[in-house]
């Protein structure tokens, strides 16, 4: 069965500190997407990327870069110079066959200025 | 601007009554969801259609009721049956089931009085 695991419940840092968010994943399928969404305190799930397994570069935007490692199932997002209006709440997502997305449990992060 | 409308932002039930949450979307997406999170915990999903006039069970559906009879629109029926109904739910739409990424409305937040 598909599962997402994000171990780290919270995570604190401080303003200009880098931090990275964990995620890992089970799935049967050989060929699948990956994403991560953000959760302001609004509480609209805003979506960040999306990942093909068959892709498995570094990609980065701005601040943001996400390291996928296909050998480890695993799926970590890094924010550099981390923000105040960062804190969120950030799920990551794995598509379960043709039905729907299943999620993490998320990690909060607060970024204290 | 293209997007997904959730209505109403907040609703209180009395014990006993439905309520039903309205979810239209102008993406001219196939598929639409719906996603109960409670507090501290990721999203689980309550239902999903991938067609008009089509829709599946998610994992907790029970207690809930939906329809499909347009493509812009998947309102989500909470029924007296459910019995823990104080939550944010949100809807959701992708172009394909499981597919590309999903967008997401932002919410209505449930509270049984």
């Known amino acids: 069965a598909q599962k997402v695991t994000q171990a780290q419940t919270e995570i604190s840092v401080v303003e200009k500190e880098d931090v990275t968010l964990d995620c890992v994943y089970e799935?049967?399928?050989?060929?699948?997407?990956l994403f991560w969404y953000k959760q302001p305190p609004s509480g609209e799930l805003v979506f960040l990327i999306r990942?093909?397994?068959?892709?498995?570069q570094n990609e980065i935007s701005g601040r943001y870069s996400w390291n996928f490692q296909k050998s480890t199932s695993s799926f970590n997002f890094t924010i550099t110079a981390s923000q105040v209006v960062d804190s969120a709440v950030y799920f990551c997502a794995l598509p379960t066959g043709r039905r729907a997305l299943t999620f993490g449990s998320g990690t909060r992060l607060q970024v204290q200025p | 601007d293209g997007g997904i409308t959730q209505s109403p932002k907040y609703l209180f039930r009395k014990e006993g009554q439905n309520v039903t949450l309205s979810c239209e979307q102008n993406l001219n997406h196939d598929a639409m969801y719906w996603y109960r999170q409670d507090p501290g915990q990721g999203l689980r999903l309550i239902y999903y259609s991938q067609i008009v006039n089509d829709f599946q069970k998610g994992d907790i559906a029970e207690g809930y009721s939906v329809s499909r009879e347009k493509k812009e629109s998947f309102p989500l029926t909470v029924t007296s049956a459910q019995k823990n109904p104080t939550a944010f739910y949100l809807c959701?739409?992708?172009?394909?089931?499981?597919?590309?990424?999903?967008?997401f409305g932002q919410g209505t937040r449930l509270t049984v009085v």
């Open positions: 990942r093909n397994s068959f892709d498995e």
């Open positions: 799935t049967r399928d050989t060929t699948y997407y």
């Open positions: 959701a739409s992708s172009l394909g089931a499981g597919g590309p990424e999903a967008f």
